[in-house]
């Protein structure tokens, strides 16, 4: 799917934090105009064209995708929403930015995935961590084989603060909503997972419980190819947002860490301190910017944009192998999850 336009239109679904950043992010991405946002409520979809310079603000998603300038969509709507959304797109023949997942179960998933194949239009899953400046290094060394034979994979991802029970409620839980994103980079740098060992538990809010949920985590990976990996998850990080991730092979590391959010270390009377980010808006600020310059770049050069659907069902797949194992206490291959 390409698109010869010099200007392709965009249809912005979603006017929450993460859709404020896409907008703004929009502007400095050369050859794309937001022709309309749409969002349930009124008010926010006039600050999302007051962002972006949009034409419209409406609150009927359905008639923004159906514009007829708009080329492409990006769907920032809440999770239960995206599967619907997407299959309209496909279906108008628009391309497709949507953040993670297309659903919560494997089988809607796939059917999503069926969809968007059989109207051959061009989808791109936001998985941002794969775009991140450090990632994208990483994962070039690993394909010259600069690692030698890969042997481990580690990953640890501590968010700063738990989330409200709403948000719980729905968000198909730890392993499924924040484990994923380790989850795809371990297919990302290193290959498919063949089995899975997870535990569980509630150490810092009873709130998790009453979502049938787990605010810590660490799993156990191997892969088809005989890597070991390892990951810690958790809801909760007093000192700011943590995020390392390791692959290690027989000649060499590579070891992906930002602690420091400004290069600045102040020293004093025998010790010194530096600030951490706060969030994954700013840890990831350059990856929420490079992920959709990637997507139109694919767009209008012929390219099948990456991560695709197919990278969605796969790592959803492995998510709810990971889920799997720590409902049912013990190991699980990933080739159990399946419609």
């Keep these: 799917m390409t698109i010869e336009k010099k200007m392709i239109g965009v249809a ?3 006017v929450g934090r993460m859709g404020e950043t896409h907008l703004r992010n929009l502007r400095s991405v050369p050859g794309v105009k937001v022709v309309v946002v749409a969002d349930p409520s009124q008010e926010a979809a006039q600050r999302g064209q007051e962002l972006s310079g949009a034409e419209l603000a409406i609150t ?7 514009h ?27 391309a497709i930015f949507s953040e993670k997942p297309i659903a919560l179960d494997l089988e809607e998933t796939q059917r999503v995935v069926e969809v968007v194949k059989e109207q051959g239009v061009a989808m791109q899953l936001g998985f941002m961590r794969r775009f ?5 290094k990483a ?16 990953a640890l991802s501590r968010d700063t603060y738990p989330p409200e029970l709403k948000f719980l409620l729905g968000s198909g839980g730890l392993f499924v909503d924040m484990a994923v994103h380790d989850l795809d980079l371990a297919r990302f740098l290193v290959g498919e997972v063949d089995e899975v060992c997870a535990w569980g538990g509630v150490l810092i809010d009873e709130r998790f419980s009453k979502a049938n949920d787990v605010d810590t985590a660490v799993t156990l990976l ?3 190819d005989g890597v070991l990996g390892v990951m810690e998850t958790s809801r909760r990080s007093n000192w700011g947002y943590d995020i390392r991730t390791e692959v290690a092979g027989s000649l060499g590391k590579v070891v992906i860490e930002a602690p420091q959010k400004t290069p600045l ?3 004093r009377d025998f010790h010194s301190t530096f600030d951490h980010y706060e969030n994954f808006p700013d840890r990831f600020e350059l990856g929420y910017r490079l992920e959709l310059e990637a997507f139109f770049d694919a767009l209008k050069n012929g390219r099948l944009p990456s991560p695709g659907p197919e990278d969605a069902l796969e790592t959803l797949r492995l ?4 889920a799997k194992s720590w409902q049912e206490k013990r190991s699980v291959k990933v080739s159990e999850i399946h419609v």
Excluded: C, S
């Excluded at 809440?78 to 959304?85: D, E, I, Y």
């Excluded at 998510?319 to 990971?322: E, K, S």
């Design 12 to 14: 912005f679904l979603g």
């Design 60 to 66: 009927d998603v359905e008639k923004a995708i159906e």
């Design 68 to 94: 007829a300038a708009v080329d492409a969509v990006i769907i920032v709507t809440p999770t239960n929403t995206h599967a619907r959304l997407i299959e309209l797109a496909a279906k108008a023949g628009k």
């Design 132 to 136: 991140d400046p450090g990632y994208a």
């Design 139 to 154: 994962k070039q060394r690993i394909q010259a084989g600069e690692l030698g034979k890969l042997e481990t994979f580690r």
């Design 222 to 224: 191997r892969f088809r």
């Design 265 to 267: 270390l102040f020293a």
């Design 319 to 322: 998510a709810l192998a990971v």
